[in-house]
């Protein structure tokens, strides 16, 4: 069912439609280093390079005006399971890449620690290629001192995957399942038959997923106090997300996928979700006019 998922057409067609001047192919200008965004860390996880679903093209954006002193990659780079059944790589794919190793070269120290859908580059713990350090998981102590675990998060589910799947369809599901429903009970009123909700429990099956994802959370969460740390940084279920749980802070990077999400500390240790898509979008409407209420806001905010 995920796999179904990942080969949907979402992802670089839907940004060529939103920004059409994002010619992935020709692969957008590089910003000079100097002119990117600093920050201290940057957590990205869930990339699916070699699937239609990656969205590599807001990805390039993003590396291109971004910069850090450390960035971890927290697994699902790049999709050995679907690269496997059947090749896909584009040119942006490879420049995600490139744009990884060049950052390496500039200095930035790079944590690779592979996911489930990277996993045969878990062989490879505790080597180093190109700059690249690759573990299984890491220790990260922010600017203000807090200890974080890093992992991918594959290890705290066995299901997750079939469940975040349904969360996916879900809305399209719904509007489907009302239709049916009304059909369905027409058919059944017609025959005496009492009604009978489909509706109903097709959101009793997404609220399920919704709860699944909260016990990951929680179980993660709990993993993480018993190593005794402050924190977990993980990816795996594409849900940033920021939670206290018990004490225990937890942060999940999100997804390239779907979400376009970044985790980012700033230099005094402060971290924040970016929702790079929502950046994208307001920097393309302050191109095409005077900057407007909303983008003034985003300036004072930012
Ligand atoms: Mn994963």
Redesign the pocket.
């Known amino acids: 069912m995920f796999d179904t998922y990942l080969d949907a057409d979402v992802g670089n067609a839907d940004v060529l439609r939103m920004f059409p001047a994002l010619n992935i192919d020709g692969v957008p200008d590089p910003v000079e280093p100097g002119d990117r965004r600093r920050y201290r860390t940057i957590w990205i996880?869930?990339v699916h390079l070699g699937t239609r679903g990656c969205n590599a093209a807001m990805l390039l954006d993003f590396l291109d005006r971004t910069d850090s002193d450390t960035l971890y990659l927290v697994?699902?780079i790049i999709d050995g399971w679907r690269l496997k059944k059947r090749f896909f790589w584009p040119a942006a794919h490879n420049e995600v890449v490139r744009r990884i190793l060049a950052r390496a070269r500039r200095g930035t120290r790079v944590v690779y620690i592979p996911?489930?859908?990277d996993e045969m580059f878990r062989q490879f713990t505790g080597m180093s290629f190109g700059g690249v350090d690759i573990r299984r998981a890491a220790f990260h102590t922010t600017a203000d001192g807090r200890r974080l675990l890093v992992t991918?998060?594959?290890e705290f589910d066995a299901v997750m995957?079939a469940h975040r799947w349904l969360a996916f369809v879900g809305d399209t599901l719904y509007g489907l399942t009302m239709e049916l429903n009304r059909w369905t009970n027409a058919v059944r009123r017609r025959l005496g038959m009492p009604y009978w909700s489909l509706s109903k429990m097709a959101k009793h099956k997404v609220k399920n997923a919704v709860e699944f994802i909260s016990r990951y959370e929680e179980v993660v969460a709990r993993a993480a106090r018993d190593r005794g740390v402050d924190g977990v940084v993980c990816?795996?279920?594409h849900t940033a997300e920021f939670r206290t749980i018990d004490g225990v802070e937890y942060w999940n990077d999100g997804d390239w996928v779907e979400g376009c999400n970044a985790l980012v500390e700033h230099a005094d240790g402060r971290m924040e979700i970016l929702h790079w898509a929502d950046e994208m979008a307001a920097r393309a409407g302050a191109q095409d006019s005077a900057p407007g209420p909303a983008t003034i806001t985003r300036l004072r905010a930012a």
């Open positions: 996880s869930d697994g699902d996911g489930n859908h991918h998060g594959d995957l990816g795996h279920i």
